[in-house]
Each structure stands twice: as C-alpha cells, then as structure tokens.
C-alpha cells in the first residue's frame, strides 16, 4: 500500500523510489485519476465508490421545484446502486447480479436525469442544484461502470479490423475512463477541490471510512 499512500498524499517515508511523483499535486488531476487503475481492481472500485458517496449529497438534498422535477432528481436509487458496487467488493452472495441490475437502472436513470435537465427551466439558483446533481448521478454512474468494466465485454464493440487498435487501448485502459469521470464529475458536484477530493479518498483507503 506504500505506492497507493505515496499517491494519495501520505508521507509515510517508506515509499518507493518514484512514488512521490505520483501526489495529485505534482500532476494534473486527470493524470492522478486515471493512475488509480495502475493499482489492483479493488483499488480503482474503492476510489470511484467514494468519490461518488461524496456526491451524494447533491443528489438526495436536492430540494424538487414541482412534482415532475421530484419524480425526475433524488431518490434512493444512487445510494443503493453504490451499495451493490460495495457488495461487490466485499464478495457478497448475489453481489454480481445485483451490481448488473444496478447499472441498469443507474444507466437508464443518468440518461433520463440528463435528458430532462436540458429541457427544465429555472433561476440560475435552481439550475446550479440541477446541475449538482446531475453532476452526482454521473459520478455514480462512472462509479458503478469501474465496478462493471469487464474486458472480454470490449470485443462487442468490434465492428471491422480498423476498430481493433481502438479496442486494444480500451484493454489497455482498463476502467481508467471510468475513474477518471468518477472523480471529476464527484468534484463537479460538490465543489470540492481536487485537495480536498484526494483527503477524503485518504480516508477512504487509510482510515477506513469511505
């Protein structure tokens, strides 16, 4: 875990050699988010799980300006989507059928927020918790692709011999993207700086809370 608390900021000063360039400081934030799939799958999950719980809060406080835009923003399907990715991770019985219904229903869910948030009218008050919110739905949503990433599912996507390299670098990547989007869209949602994204991340994996 050495190299993983070198990335997140902590000074153990047993790293080693080259893990200090890895602090989210010393790199741009995309860079840093995608490393997190340099470590084992669990680690990568764990860090889009909590980047989404953090954005939580933006989703399930919003306050809804009429019935449609209640029955459209909050709810608790988020939270028990990122509950089945945290089944997942502690190797739950049913935990794998239950993470796919999950992202299902979060990707049906995400697509349906979105849609309905270009359309929807308001002061720029409303708007910007709109916005948060959206902004938490997609963190979920990217947290729950990095649980569900799978690369025998990439072939799919093959439809001539010109898509190969693309799918090649997906493989690469892994759920990298998905990360990458987790965090960014957590960061989005609250407000937080990538600081203060990468404290809670610490605590996540250091102190035990997530």
Not at 86 to 92: D, M, P, T
Request: charged share 25%; net charge negative.
């Amino acid at each position: 875990m050495l190299d993983l608390a070198a990335h997140l900021g902590v000074r153990t000063g047993e790293s080693s050699p080259g893990a200090e360039a890895s602090q989210g400081a010393n790199v741009p934030f995309e860079e840093w988010a995608w490393a997190f799939c340099r470590f084992e799958r669990a680690v990568a999950v764990r860090a889009a799980l909590t980047a989404a719980r953090v954005a939580l809060p933006s989703w399930e406080g919003y306050s809804p300006t009429d019935k449609l835009d209640g029955e459209v923003i909050g709810g608790p399907a988020l939270r028990e989507a990122l509950n089945a990715v945290e089944a997942g991770l502690s190797g739950s019985e049913g935990g794998a059928a239950k993470l796919a219904a999950a992202a299902e229903e979060v990707r049906s869910l995400a697509a349906r927020v979105v849609a309905y948030v270009d359309e929807a009218s308001g002061n720029k008050h409303v708007v910007a918790r709109r916005t948060a919110a959206v902004n938490a739905a997609l963190s979920s949503l990217a947290a729950v692709e990095t649980a569900v990433w799978d690369e025998a599912a990439i072939t799919t996507a093959i439809q001539d011999e010109h898509d190969a390299a693309e799918v090649e670098e997906q493989r690469a990547a892994g759920p990298a993207l998905h990360v990458v989007r987790a965090l960014s869209y957590s960061c989005a949602a609250t407000g937080m700086t990538a600081d203060e994204l990468r404290g809670e991340l610490r605590r996540a994996f250091f102190e035990g809370s997530s």
